[in-house]
Nanobody, 123 residues
Framework: QVQLVESGGGLVQAGGSLRLSCAASGRTFSYYAMGWFRQAPGKEREFVAA????????HYADSVKGRFTISRDNSKNTVYLQMNSLKPEDTAVYYC????????????????WGQGTQVTVSS
């Protein structure tokens, strides 16, 4: 069982940066692939980034490549999403997710989810 708690969201101007954190409970955090997803009002939840348990494999949505970076610190049971050059279209609730399998782009592949943190980018 893994419990996830996101933090770091907020209001930022376009072009600014935020770093989201996702703290996980449980001693087996290092065995889990981690993902970040987001959901804007009236839209479906969409993939943002994913990271293998070792950190060797990463995946990014085309819309965030070159701007966002996913990373993890297994000693702190935490995964991060560094978001740079933010755009108004990045506005959404951001969720972290965990699963024992390989990192994937599909929300249905993840068994554990956090409650989400709001990111708002003003123009």
């Amino acid at each position: 069982q893994v419990q996830l708690v996101e933090s770091g969201g907020g209001l930022v101007q376009a072009g600014g940066s935020l770093r989201l954190s996702c703290a996980a409970s449980g001693r087996t955090f290092s065995y889990y692939a981690m993902g970040w997803f987001r959901q804007a009002p009236g839209k479906e939840r969409e993939f943002v980034a994913a990271l293998s348990w070792s950190g060797d494999t990463t995946h990014y949505a085309d819309s965030v490549k070159g701007r966002f970076t996913i990373s993890r610190d297994n000693s702190k049971n935490t995964v991060y999403l560094q978001m740079n050059s933010l755009k108004p279209e990045d506005t959404a609730v951001y969720y972290c997710a965990a699963d024992r399998g390989p990192p994937t782009l599909e929300p249905s592949s993840y068994g554990y989810w956090g409650q989400g943190t709001q990111v708002t980018v003003s123009s």
